[in-house]
Nanobody, 126 residues
Framework: VQLQASGGGWVQPGGSLRLSCAASGRAVSRYTLGWFRQAPGKERELVGTVTWSGGSVYYADSMKGRSTISRDPTKSTLYLQMNSLKPEDTAFYYC????????????????????WGQGTQVTVSS
């Protein structure tokens, strides 16, 4: 599975960004997809994840209430809409994929994912 993240950039505090992750490869629709982020000097952390059925989304506390994760009907593109951005949201944002036979399970840890995109930088500053 290949993952290509895009949409990062610079935004002022309070602004919004929409990240996209294009997934390609065999049976990508059977992969759980997730968004993670990593700031300098910090561990990679979950932003949120969506089951491969697309029916359920889990949001980590870091951006809960300020973000929306969605997956297109073909299940090959993952989106992360981020609103009310704060300087502490500055990080590299990565999309990740894990093949699974469980259409309803959430995977919350980076080590549970098998494939990673290259990341896209999000900078929030005035």
């Amino acid at each position: 599975v290949q993952l290509q993240a895009s949409g990062g950039g610079w935004v002022q505090p309070g602004g919004s960004l929409r990240l996209s992750c294009a997934a390609s490869g065999r049976a990508v629709s059977r992969y759980t997809l997730g968004w993670f982020r990593q700031a300098p000097g910090k561990e990679r952390e979950l932003v949120g994840t969506v089951t491969w059925s697309g029916g359920s989304v889990y949001y980590a506390d870091s951006m809960k209430g300020r973000s929306t994760i969605s997956r297109d009907p073909t299940k090959s593109t993952l989106y992360l809409q981020m609103n009310s951005l704060k300087p502490e949201d500055t990080a590299f944002y990565y999309c990740a994929a894990r093949e699974t036979s469980d259409s309803r399970r959430f995977y919350l840890k980076p080590q549970e994912y098998d494939y990673w995109g290259q990341g896209t930088q999000v900078t929030v500053s005035s």
